[in-house]
């Protein structure tokens, strides 16, 4: 069982804008301004695509940002294309540990 | 461009070792934290060690401590993970990973993978 709770999947269609959560307590979300999210595509290493809750590394679309309320963080990909169809995971900061703790992958599906 | 590629993966009985290795290029390797994350077959992501910059502290996941250790050669620009007496859980496509800020004595945001080196333990 995962530390952070992601939804199993999302789905949307083309142009669409979809937000996936993340769930997690106030030793790690709820703490501390230090979530990420990373894109994984099958068979490939993940890239990271938010970081610091709403930051955005260079060369990562405006179509991606990310937000934070209480122990949730969430992100949101607009105007959605074939190519976000991929899994999604967070991860952040934990008091508890001193190594990151990632939620459960989501995977999105584009319609 | 920033790179890391990872190798040593392949098959270990259980009991048995291996040692992955993840060659860093185009940036301060010294100056970065290094990190091994793990994901068995259709699973998520899990953080197993993290390695400071000037290789003077490590952390491991309770899953693997006393059997995986970290260790680094910033001469060779190198991390390594020394796997002993995997099990079955162990099986997984292990990936290294890059700290985004320099300097750092705890893991945060990881932003440079590399492609993943499978271990698969089998007798």
């Known amino acids: 069982q995962s530390a952070l709770t992601q939804p199993a999947s999302v789905s949307g269609s083309p142009g669409q804008s979809i937000t996936i959560s993340c769930t997690g307590s106030?030793?790690?979300?709820?703490?501390?301004?230090?979530v990420s999210w990373y894109r994984q595509y099958p068979g490939n290493g993940p890239k990271l695509m938010i970081f610091?809750?709403?930051d955005r590394p260079s060369g990562v679309s405006a179509r991606f940002s990310g937000s934070k309320s209480g122990n949730t963080a969430s992100l949101t990909i607009s105007g959605l294309q074939a190519e976000d169809e991929a899994d999604y995971y967070c991860?952040?900061?934990?008091?508890?540990?001193?190594?990151?703790?990632f939620g459960g992958g989501t995977k999105l599906t584009v319609l | 461009q920033v790179q890391l590629v990872e190798s040593g993966g392949g098959v270990v009985q259980p009991g048995g070792s291996l040692r992955l290795s993840c060659a860093a290029s185009g940036f301060t390797f010294s100056r970065y934290g290094m990190n091994w994350v793990r994901q068995a077959p259709g699973k998520g992501l899990e953080s197993v060690a993290f390695i400071r910059y000037d290789g003077t502290n490590s952390y491991y996941a309770d899953s693997v401590k006393g059997r995986f250790t970290i260790s680094r050669d910033n001469s060779k620009n190198t991390v390594y993970l020394q796997i002993n007496s995997p099990r079955g859980e162990d099986t997984a496509v292990y990936y290294c990973?890059?700290?985004?800020?320099?300097?750092?004595?705890?893991?945060?945001?990881?932003?440079?993978w590399g492609q993943g080196t499978l271990v698969t333990v089998s007798s």
């Open positions: 991860s952040s900061y934990t008091s508890s540990g001193t190594l990151v703790v």
């Open positions: 610091d809750v709403s």
């Open positions: 106030a030793s790690d979300i709820g703490g501390y301004d230090y």
């Open positions: 990973a890059k700290d985004f800020h320099p300097l750092v004595v705890v893991p945060g945001t990881l932003d440079i």
